[in-house]
């Protein structure tokens, strides 16, 4: 037998790899999600912690092979059950590739979500600059204007998103903190909301699904014994919920979120923010949050409670 001809009998082993793949099982089709956001918003730091809690984080996995990703998880019986993609959107044929890969999942059913990274333009420049490194878009230009090419690109995207988190005012931990209460391993819940308190003098959180004004109540502030005081405190509590109009104001906005909980489950939405807001966040807005998060919770929400700026005076 020639040598040619004993080359012919040997079996080709990339052929065979092939054949195996394809003719194995898709088992159950993995959990995944999709991060996004902002250069700079703390994408890494999202996929680490989704790393930690044991998902499989791709980074920079080029959009088109997102499917292909989740055929790969199924195939995988059962070891690849959480997959996590971190996608960085930086032109325009990435976005419409990107745009492409989520019709080819909804069309498989295959179900996902979408977490984006958000930051304001102030904190995004101190970051690029702490690390005196450019923005990815800002060319020739300066760092802002790299910051508003980007903003423009991800816009569309920011508007599907299924959690937007605002790390402006967030440090690492206070991030991952926010992650693991989205994400840690148990029973599902339909609904996770977090409940945040603000101060209108510092604006208004950019993440904020529903904004509750409680400017209208009596400022605790301008009380001397109770100035020093938090929200927290069952001082301030209860000097907010004895003014009038108070308790019904909570009563009637609970009933509403219940209407529109009902339907967020309904259209599949998992999160929602919902920013309390006061003159300075510190009184009036974290009272209303303590309490309205207790009657979430009581409704069956899964339920976090944020003070964004509290102690910021």
């Given at each position: 037998?020639?040598e040619?001809?004993?080359?012919?009998?040997?079996?080709?082993?990339?052929?065979s790899?092939?054949?195996?793949?394809?003719?194995?099982?898709?088992g159950?089709?993995?959990?995944?999600?999709?991060?996004?956001?902002?250069s700079?918003?703390?994408?890494?730091?999202?996929?680490?912690?989704?790393?930690?809690?044991?998902?499989?984080?791709?980074?920079?996995?080029?959009?088109?092979?997102i499917?292909?990703?989740?055929?790969?998880?199924?195939?995988?019986?059962?070891?690849?059950?959480?997959?996590?993609?971190?996608?960085?959107?930086?032109?325009?044929?990435?976005?419409?590739?990107?745009r492409?890969s989520?019709?080819?999942?909804?069309?498989?059913?295959?179900?996902?979500?979408?977490?984006?990274?958000?930051?304001?333009d102030?904190?995004?420049?101190?970051?690029?600059?702490?690390?005196?490194?450019?923005?990815?878009?800002?060319?020739?230009?300066?760092?802002?204007?790299?910051?508003?090419?980007?903003?423009?690109?991800?816009r569309?995207?920011?508007?599907?998103?299924?959690?937007?988190i605002?790390?402006?005012?967030?440090?690492?931990?206070?991030?991952?903190?926010?992650?693991?209460?989205?994400?840690?391993?148990?029973?599902?819940?339909?609904?996770?909301?977090?409940?945040?308190s603000?101060g209108?003098?510092?604006?208004?959180?950019?993440?904020?699904?529903?904004?509750?004004?409680c400017?209208?109540?009596?400022?605790?502030?301008w009380?001397?014994?109770?100035?020093?005081?938090?929200?927290?405190?069952?001082?301030?509590?209860?000097?907010?919920?004895?003014?009038?109009?108070?308790?019904?104001?909570?009563?009637?906005?609970?009933?509403?979120?219940?209407?529109?909980?009902?339907?967020?489950?309904?259209?599949?939405?998992?999160?929602?923010?919902?920013?309390?807001?006061?003159?300075?966040?510190?009184?009036?807005?974290?009272?209303?949050s303590?309490?309205?998060?207790?009657?979430?919770?009581?409704?069956?929400?899964?339920?976090?409670?944020?003070?964004?700026?509290?102690?910021?005076?």
């Open positions: 037998m020639t040619h001809s004993r080359a012919q009998e040997q079996p080709d082993p990339t052929a790899a092939a054949t195996a793949a394809a003719g194995e099982e898709s159950p089709t993995p959990e995944l999600v999709i991060i996004s956001g902002m700079g918003a703390g994408r890494s730091t999202a996929a680490k912690c989704l790393e930690d809690l044991g998902w499989f984080v791709v980074d920079n996995l080029p959009p088109s092979l499917p292909t990703m989740v055929d790969l998880g199924a195939r995988s019986q059962g070891n690849v059950a959480r997959i996590a993609v971190v996608v960085d959107v930086r032109g325009r044929s990435f976005f419409d590739s990107l492409e989520l019709a080819d999942l909804d069309a498989k059913s295959v179900t996902r979500r979408i977490v984006f990274l958000e930051a304001s102030n904190a995004l420049v101190q970051r690029f600059e702490s690390v005196r490194r450019p923005h990815p878009l800002q060319g020739d230009g300066r760092i802002v204007d790299g910051i508003a090419a980007e903003r423009d690109l991800l569309e995207l920011r508007g599907d998103a299924d959690l937007v605002d790390t402006s005012n967030l440090n690492v931990h206070e991030l991952r903190a926010k992650m693991d209460a989205q994400f840690t391993s148990g029973d599902e819940p339909e609904l996770r909301a977090t409940v945040m603000f209108y003098k510092y604006g208004l959180p950019v993440d904020a699904d529903h904004v509750v004004d400017r209208f109540l009596p400022n605790p502030h009380v001397p014994e109770l100035r020093p005081f938090t929200g927290t405190s069952e001082e301030v509590a209860g000097y907010v919920f004895n003014q009038p109009g108070a308790k019904e104001f909570l009563e009637r906005y609970a009933d509403l979120l219940h209407l529109v909980a009902a339907g967020y489950r309904r259209e599949g939405k998992r999160y929602v923010t919902i920013a309390v807001g006061c003159t300075g966040g510190k009184h009036r807005s974290v009272a209303v303590e309490r309205l998060a207790k009657v979430l919770a009581a409704e069956g929400i899964e339920t976090v409670v944020v003070h964004r700026d509290m102690g910021r005076e």
